[in-house]
């Protein structure tokens, strides 16, 4: 039997607070309270626009990149279906609910699909960086050289096809280095949203703020990693609204709800109607305030 | 037990049919104990041989960051549901949380709750050790959570449910009461130790909600439902010799605003049943150690 080192059982960064120095601990429930302009929960809709290229690359596969070997036809255009037809549809959606969205953007979809970004505009929709394209992960294996320009030229291409800078970053799979923080500090970012550590906005030891979007309220993980039906997401998210709204009244304070979208999955026929229900009742509800990520984390600021 | 040994031998074979009658008191059939687990996961651990902590390398931003929302959101929420329906909490504690988040670990000690070790972190685990390494976790786990809450732990769960071959006749050598480790039962038994006495408390990895929502992905009703199930059923049993039931939980999956709802309602329907008995696992054990001997 092969036995560990000394060291492995030794805990240089036992301490108070945590082991390592990217944020500092608070309680969420002991903060002053945050109100929002309306309502109590602000929702938050974050719909992905991804383009897979046939070859996966990067220094991990994407989610719902590349299965069979290549060309790979099924899921390439499987995906693509998203950004041809479902994203019309949430387009469809949100402009029926009267609500504006929050589009996570690869650059290349900004290049290759100015028509959809145009109507994305046009709805009054806010877009934010989500890499170059779906082989644009990142991970500490990449090397911060490399990451830097990556992460430079997904500005980059997105300020230049959208004609305007994101404010807010979204990671693909939400995976970062030691170095992301920084990089998008540095590129002028305002926010991202890879960590699942809060509920409110909170503010990295660099500045940089994070708007926390609940991966398991993903239609991504409730609907294809746990193969619950589309009704089964929309019971769930009503759940979670209820209990926000809930904890919003007994605690007072605003509570945000985030609700993460992929067009090639929720933008199907036989399930847009679990989204289209579900902005029907939330609007209905006078806690709500749908708000994009730009304006949640603009009045978050406001009352720091 | 025997290093290599193809039986462990860690107890005898009891039937479940015809036991000696177990009772609870105040005639009740289930004794039902809620087990959180207070828990660090570091960002950057040391690679063991034998398991890798994250799916990518450090930081791996969704898994560390999903388990932190215990330590900054979810844990309140989870323990004010339980403390609102009578349920206290047996807690297995990554022993380090005592420095890293003490405000955690303070809540827990304020609402009465009992502590056992879970290791020093989520993120070290047993496989290998040496005697003398496993001792220090092993000491250093009854010190910290005395310091920090006064309290001498009786249990233990082992970090990330990992062992040595040792393990459990160290626990009995300690003055330990009971494990958490052994999942071959429904009622509280006897492990097979070198020296002193070692109980087996029923844990859960059925109806873990981590094995719920990341195993069997149920939705936070339907585990819900599966935990009245479970508790009905058992309740029943334990008409003829009391059964026990643990719901094992973690904040950062039942705290999430789509599931505490749904819990919330399981847990009111088990404490407004009148066949349950709330307690914890260190009561539960000495109810049983004073019926068997």
Redesign the interface.
């Known amino acids: 039997?092969?036995?560990?080192p000394?060291?492995?059982?030794q805990?240089p960064?036992?301490?108070?607070?945590?082991?390592?120095d990217?944020y500092e601990?608070?309680?969420?429930?002991e903060r002053p309270a945050v109100t929002w302009p309306k309502g109590s929960v602000a929702v938050w809709l974050c719909v992905s626009l991804e383009w897979f290229p046939i070859v996966p690359g990067g220094p991990?596969k994407a989610p719902g990149h590349m299965v069979t070997p290549y060309p790979d036809y099924r899921h390439y255009t499987a995906r693509d279906y998203g950004n041809r037809v479902g994203a019309w549809r949430m387009l469809e959606a949100f402009e029926k609910a009267g609500v504006k969205a929050s589009f996570a953007t690869n650059a290349a979809i900004a290049e290759r699909y100015p028509e959809l970004i145009a109507a994305v505009q046009a709805g009054g929709h806010e877009i934010i960086a989500h890499s170059t394209d779906m082989n644009g992960t990142i991970?500490?294996?990449l090397g911060e050289e490399a990451e830097r320009a990556l992460i430079g030229d997904a500005m980059a291409r997105l300020e230049t096809a959208t004609g305007a800078r994101p404010k807010g970053w979204l990671?693909i799979?939400?995976?970062?280095?030691?170095a992301t923080l920084d990089i998008l500090k540095a590129e002028g970012l305002t926010y991202c949203c890879?960590?699942?550590?809060?509920?409110m906005p909170y503010r990295f030891s660099n500045g940089l703020v994070d708007l926390p979007l609940?991966?398991?309220?993903s239609d991504r993980q409730?609907v294809t990693?746990?193969?619950?039906s589309a009704d089964?997401w929309g019971?769930?998210?009503r759940?979670?609204?209820?209990?926000?709204a809930?904890?919003a009244k007994e605690k007072g304070g605003g509570?945000m709800?985030p609700v993460h979208l992929t067009p090639y999955i929720m933008g199907l026929p036989y399930r847009i109607h679990a989204l289209e229900a579900l902005l029907a009742d939330l609007a209905g509800r006078e806690e709500t305030w749908f708000a994009r990520g730009e304006d949640i984390v603009a009045c978050w600021e406001s009352q720091q | 037990m025997q290093e290599g040994a193809p039986d462990p031998g860690l107890y005898d074979y009891h039937p479940y049919e015809g036991r000696a009658k177990i009772e609870w008191p105040g005639g009740k059939t289930c004794a039902v104990w809620v087990a959180p687990n207070l828990e660090y996961y570091e960002i950057d651990p040391p690679i063991h041989p034998k398991r890798t902590p994250w799916p990518h390398p450090a930081p791996s931003v969704v898994g560390y960051s999903h388990r932190d929302h215990s330590n900054r959101v979810s844990h309140w929420r989870m323990a004010e549901v339980m403390t609102r329906h009578g349920f206290p909490g047996s807690v297995s504690l990554s022993v380090a949380l005592c420095q890293h988040h003490p405000e955690v670990v303070a809540d827990a000690a304020a609402r009465g709750w009992e502590f056992f070790s879970h290791g020093i972190y989520n993120t070290r685990y047993s496989y290998d050790m040496t005697e003398a390494q496993e001792r220090a976790i092993i000491e250093d786990s009854i010190d910290t959570v005395q310091k920090a809450t006064g309290q001498r732990i009786r249990g233990w769960l082992a970090p990330a449910l990992t062992h040595t071959p040792r393990t459990l006749d160290l626990l009995a050598e300690y003055g330990f009461d009971y494990t958490c480790d052994l999942y071959h039962d429904d009622q509280v038994q006897e492990v097979k130790v070198a020296s002193g006495k070692l109980a087996s408390i029923p844990y859960s990895l059925e109806v873990n909600d981590h094995y719920g929502f990341f195993v069997y992905n149920m939705s936070g009703r339907e585990y819900a439902e599966t935990l009245v199930k479970q508790y009905e059923r058992l309740a029943s049993e334990g008409e003829k010799s009391g059964t026990v039931m643990c719901i094992p939980l973690h904040a950062y999956l039942i705290g999430q605003p789509h599931r505490i709802g749904p819990f919330e309602e399981a847990l009111e329907h088990i404490a407004k049943d009148g066949r349950a008995w709330l307690a914890t696992a260190g009561e539960i054990v000495d109810a049983w150690r004073a019926q068997v001997a």
């Open positions: 039997m092969s036995t560990l000394d060291s492995y059982t805990y960064k036992r301490r108070e607070g945590y082991d390592h990217l601990w608070s309680n969420l429930h991990f991970d500490a294996s990671s799979a939400r995976q970062q280095s030691f890879d960590w699942v550590n809060d509920e609940n991966h398991e309220l409730i990693v746990q193969q619950k089964s019971e769930s998210l759940d979670a609204f209820d209990w926000l809930r904890e509570r709800l």
